[in-house]
């Protein structure tokens, strides 16, 4: 109920948001940092003067989001620590963000345009031979005659992460591997409508191919041009996680995950 002066009455935050906000500002400024534990649960719940149940929750929002990890138990190795590797709270969110269709077909391909021929550019440049045999060796896996939709967009996914990983830079490749994550129940069901899978399943392979191929031979500008093909190429069959989009040229072909 608005105040005659118009104004909303102030609500009361809650004690979990508060305990959370504690937290998230002890990480801001520097107090806290990866490989910190936090103190025991009776001990912390008394220092801030809440109770143990809403400590509770406030630890499981953060372990949901990837920030802590509750481990069972007392001693030195039990209780909440701070990460230091990126969890998958930014996964799972994005991917129901994208189920609940907050981000378009046309948000998805330009975003993985934007990620992917990157990756493509700075792997032509800093990839190392073994980037290079393990991209080789995910290749040879996917053209195994009896794979299947699931194990082949695996596969596939395995692939456009591991070529953001040779880029040398861990934030783009988390970036790429959370939305391919994201977007994998779009991948499968994109496959399932083909008349031959497997016939597309062939054109994507000889397309990773002549990607790796420009990879390895250093050449940023055709490994750009291959990545850009190899993903418009999917999204111009306008049907990609069941809708049409009038932004994207319609190409006779192929989708190339």
Same mark, same amino acid.
Not at 148 to 170: P, S
Not at 184 to 211: C, G, P
């Given at each position: 109920?608005?105040?005659?002066?118009?104004?909303?009455?102030?609500?009361?935050?809650?004690?979990?948001?508060?305990?959370?906000?504690?937290?998230?500002?002890?990480?801001?400024?520097?107090?806290?940092?990866?490989?910190?534990?936090?103190?025991?649960?009776?001990?912390?719940?008394?220092?801030?003067?809440?109770?143990?149940?809403?400590?509770?929750?406030?630890?499981?929002?953060?372990?949901?989001?990837?920030?802590?990890? %509750?481990?069972?138990?007392?001693?030195? /190795?039990?209780?909440? &620590?701070?990460?230091? *590797?990126?969890? +998958?709270?930014?996964?799972? #969110?994005?991917?129901?963000?994208?189920?609940?269709?907050?981000?378009?077909?046309?948000?998805?391909?330009?975003?993985?345009?934007?990620?992917?021929?990157?990756?493509?550019?700075?792997?032509?440049?800093?990839?190392?031979?073994?980037?290079?045999?393990?991209?080789?060796?995910?290749?040879?896996?996917?053209?195994?005659?009896?794979?299947?939709?699931?194990?082949?967009?695996?596969?596939?996914?395995?692939?456009?992460?591991?070529?953001?990983?040779?880029?040398?830079?861990?934030?783009?490749?988390?970036?790429?591997?959370?939305?391919?994550?994201?977007?994998?129940?779009?991948? %499968?069901?994109?496959?399932?409508?083909? /008349?031959?899978?497997? &016939?597309?399943?062939? *054109?994507?392979? +000889?397309?990773?191919?002549? #990607?790796?191929?420009?990879?390895?031979?250093?050449?940023?500008?055709?490994?750009?041009?291959?990545?850009?093909?190899?993903?418009?190429?999917?999204?111009?069959?306008?049907?990609?996680?069941?809708?049409?989009?009038?932004?994207?040229?319609?190409?006779?072909?192929?989708?190339?995950?």
């Amino acid at each position: 109920m608005s105040t005659s002066g118009g104004w909303e009455p102030v609500q009361r935050v809650r004690t979990y948001e508060q305990v959370m906000a504690q937290i998230e500002e002890r990480i801001l400024d520097g107090r806290l940092a990866a490989g910190d534990h936090l103190p025991s649960e009776r001990d912390f719940a008394v220092q801030l003067g809440v109770s143990r149940p809403s400590l509770r929750e406030s630890l499981r929002v953060l372990e949901a989001l990837g920030v802590v990890d %509750i481990r069972r138990g007392g001693g030195a /190795d039990g209780g909440a &620590a701070l990460l230091g *590797t990126p969890g +998958r709270g930014f996964v799972n #969110l994005l991917k129901l963000q994208l189920a609940l269709g907050q981000f378009d077909q046309t948000d998805v391909l330009e975003t993985r345009l934007a990620l992917e021929t990157w990756s493509a550019r700075e792997a032509s440049l800093r990839a190392t031979e073994d980037d290079h045999d393990e991209l080789a060796s995910i290749l040879a896996s996917m053209d195994d005659p009896g794979v299947t939709t699931a194990e082949f967009n695996r596969l596939d996914t395995a692939f456009h992460v591991r070529m953001a990983e040779a880029t040398g830079n861990a934030l783009t490749a988390h970036l790429m591997q959370s939305l391919r994550i994201a977007i994998n129940r779009q991948m %499968i069901d994109a496959y399932a409508r083909l /008349d031959d899978w497997r &016939a597309t399943a062939a *054109t994507v392979r +000889r397309e990773h191919r002549e #990607l790796l191929d420009a990879v390895r031979r250093r050449e940023p500008e055709a490994a750009v041009r291959c990545m850009q093909d190899h993903i418009t190429d999917f999204y111009a069959l306008g049907d990609v996680g069941g809708t049409s989009s009038s932004d994207t040229p319609r190409k006779a072909g192929k989708p190339s995950p």
